[in-house]
C-alpha cells in the first residue's frame, strides 16, 4: 500500500532553474527520509527529518518536513546536470517504511 | 551513514533454478531489513519485512514460497528466489534499519536476469 503521495512524477528541467518535490500523505510519520536513486544502484540516504516544522539544507537542497509530520518538500536550487536522477521519500511509520512512487528528474544542460 | 553490502550486484540465472541474494550490515545491528523489488524506471515495491529472528511479513500478492526470507542474525538477511522465471528478472534491492526504523540504509541492489 502506497501511503505517500509524490508529485510531480517526471520533471524536466534546464540547468539553473528551481524546483520542488512534494510528499504528502494522511499519515503521521515517526521521520520521514529522502533518497536519491541512479540508475542501477540502491538508493542513497539524502536527509532524515523528524521533528515537525523541520527545515534541514544540503547544499542547494532543502527539505522541510510539514508541521504535522504528514508532508514534505524537496526544493532545489540552481539545479544542476549531476542532480539528475530518482527522488524518493520515505516515511517511517509503526516500524515499517513506505516510499512515494518518485520523482525523476532531468537536468538538461 | 551505515553501510549495508548486497551480493551479487548482477546474476544471470537459468528458467528453473534457484538464486540467493545477501543483505549484509556492516556497522550496525539490523533488526529489521526490508526487501524491495523494482521495475524500470519506477520506484520501490516492498516485498517483504523481516525481523531478526522471526518470520518475514510479505506484502498482499507476494509469494513467500517462491521468496523465501531469511534473517537469522542481526546483520545478514538473505532472499532466496526460487524455481526462477523470466518474469521474476527485475533489480532487487535491501535495506536494513536499526530498533525503531526511524531510518535505513540500501544495499546497492542486485539485477537478476533469468534466461
Known amino acids: 500500500t502506497q501511503l505517500l503521495e509524490q508529485s510531480p512524477q517526471f520533471l524536466s528541467i534546464q540547468e539553473g532553474e528551481n524546483l520542488t518535490v512534494y510528499c504528502n500523505s494522511s499519515?503521521?510519520?515517526?521521520?520521514l527520509q529522502w533518497y536519491r536513486q541512479e540508475p542501477g544502484e540502491g538508493p542513497v540516504l539524502l536527509v532524515t527529518v523528524v521533528t515537525g516544522g523541520e527545515v534541514k539544507k544540503l547544499k542547494r537542497l532543502t527539505f522541510q518536513f510539514g508541521d504535522a509530520r504528514k508532508d514534505s518538500s524537496l526544493h532545489i536550487t540552481a539545479a544542476q546536470p549531476g542532480d539528475t536522477g530518482l527522488y524518493l521519500c520515505a516515511g517511517a511509520l509503526n516500524n515499517d517504511m513506505r516510499f512515494g512512487a518518485g520523482t525523476r528528474l532531468t537536468v538538461k544542460p | 551513514g551505515a553501510v549495508v553490502s548486497q551480493h551479487p550486484s548482477r546474476v544471470i540465472c537459468k528458467s528453473g533454478t534457484s538464486v540467493k541474494i545477501e543483505c549484509r550490515s556492516l556497522d550496525f545491528q539490523a533488526t529489521t531489513m526490508f526487501w524491495y523489488r523494482q521495475f524500470p524506471k519506477q520506484s520501490l515495491m516492498l516485498m517483504a519485512t523481516s525481523n531478526e529472528g522471526s518470520k518475514a511479513t510479505y506484502e498482499q500478492g507476494v509469494e513467500k514460497d517462491k521468496f523465501l526470507i531469511n534473517h537469522a542474525s542481526l546483520t545478514l538477511s538473505t532472499l532466496t528466489v526460487t524455481s526462477a522465471h523470466p518474469e521474476d528478472s527485475s533489480f532487487y534491492i535491501c535495506?536494513?534499519?536499526?530498533?525503531?526504523?526511524?531510518?535505513?540504509?540500501f544495499g546497492q541492489g542486485t539485477r537478476l536476469t533469468v534466461v
Open positions: 535495506s536494513a534499519s536499526d530498533r525503531g526504523v526511524r531510518k535505513a540504509f
Open positions: 499519515s503521521v510519520f515517526s521521520s
